[in-house]
């Protein structure tokens, strides 16, 4: 549902009523993960998607019903040969989806709205919802903050909603959308099942020196989600003209500017640098930092010398295995363009657990269990 937060905000603030359904949990080659959400109006309006087509006639119409009836309601989907191409999932996968209507009468409208507030405005929050469970409590939600602050309910236990808060607060600062489960009490002596989507600020992606590959870079970063930063200590190089797409151009040392700039364990490095005098100092501070990936660009030989260097400089066997060098999966790149496209695919590979080995023939499966995607190498 936060996947699509700055349209819903907009239909909150014009007081529309609409049902909102959200993939709750996935299984096998489900064509979309958990947090994606479709949402229709009152007067049939849809925006988003929870399975890019698949599923999304029968998801809507359920929509239409939940806006009637005013009753939340779990969905599952998945492969049938008697009706795959009505409701079922063609690619095999399966889909579990809560549809939950937003009218101006419900009373979690008030939670919802909060969350898809803080949403739109690229605040860190999080909304917590009973996804498994009784009826009657069904969909009910917390708006959780990143103090652990919290607003709404789950069903009228004080101690459970502290507990659920606490859990959800657990996966927003790890920047997670996922489920816990809570033990049976008094309103649900078989327990609950709660799914939280955390929306947070998008990760930083970092590239070290203004060369024509970095250009490239910058570009596919911001394509992939990324808050993109170019920094060069040459200002005739770092400037808005040669890097548009970049959100941040900084003109400094980049060892002297990572040391100052906020980094966290989603932070993507990237040294295209190329040149010893501005590598080796930027690579001691980045190999120590708890960032998600390190690469830096060379040939075998440039990173066999910088390598040397490093070691020199005190880096241990640990961190010098951290560094991806060179840079990029192996695609035959020749041009910026494509070796953007390997670096963002080594990127991604390392993300997501990904070997990097082409699909056709691998025997392996597309997608992990409980994540999805598009059909192809995501």
Do not use: N
């Not at 066999?304 to 695609?331: C, F, V």
């Amino acid at each position: 549902m936060l996947d699509i937060a700055a349209e819903l905000d907009r239909w909150v603030e014009e007081g529309r009523d609409f049902a909102v359904a959200t993939v709750v949990a996935v299984g096998g080659s489900a064509p979309r993960g958990p947090g994606a959400a479709l949402a229709v109006d009152s007067e049939g309006t849809a925006i988003g998607s929870v399975s890019g087509g698949c599923v999304e006639a029968s998801v809507y119409d359920r929509c239409l019903q939940a806006l009637e009836d005013g009753e939340t309601v779990l969905e599952r989907f998945g492969y049938s040969d008697e009706d795959a191409f009505a409701v079922g999932l063609t690619c095999g996968g399966v889909l579990e989806v809560m549809v939950t209507p937003v009218r101006a009468d419900a009373p979690a409208r008030a939670v919802f709205a909060a969350a898809l507030s803080a949403a739109a405005r690229g605040e860190t929050a999080a909304v917590a919802r009973v996804s498994r469970g009784p009826a009657e409590l069904l969909g009910r939600g917390l708006f959780v903050r990143p103090d652990g602050s919290y607003e709404g309910g789950l069903g009228g236990d004080p101690e459970l909603d502290r507990a659920a808060a606490d859990e959800a607060g657990a996966l927003l600062a790890a920047g997670r959308t996922g489920a816990f489960t809570l033990p049976g009490h008094r309103e649900a002596p078989s327990g609950l099942t709660v799914f939280v989507e955390s929306s947070v600020p998008p990760p930083r992606m970092i590239v070290f020196g203004a060369v024509d590959f970095a250009a490239a870079l910058a570009r596919t970063g911001k394509f992939l989600g990324y808050h993109v930063t170019v920094c060069d200590a040459r200002p005739v190089f770092a400037t808005r003209v040669r890097f548009p797409e970049a959100d941040e151009i900084v003109v400094d040392w980049p060892h002297r500017y990572l040391r100052r700039t906020a980094t966290d364990g989603r932070t993507v490095l990237c040294v295209l640098t190329h040149d010893a005098k501005f590598d080796v100092p930027l690579l001691e501070e980045a190999l120590r930092l708890p960032v998600a990936f390190v690469g830096a660009m060379g040939s075998r030989r440039t990173h066999e010398d910088r390598t040397r260097k490093l070691r020199e400089a005190g880096l241990t066997d640990r961190e010098l295995a951290r560094l991806r060098s060179p840079i990029g999966l192996d695609l035959g790149a020749r041009t910026p363009e494509e070796t953007a496209l390997s670096i963002a695919a080594e990127i991604v590979a390392a993300r997501r657990g990904g070997t990097g080995v082409p699909l056709t023939g691998s025997g392996t499966p597309i997608h992990r269990d409980g994540e999805a995607g598009p059909h192809v190498a995501a």
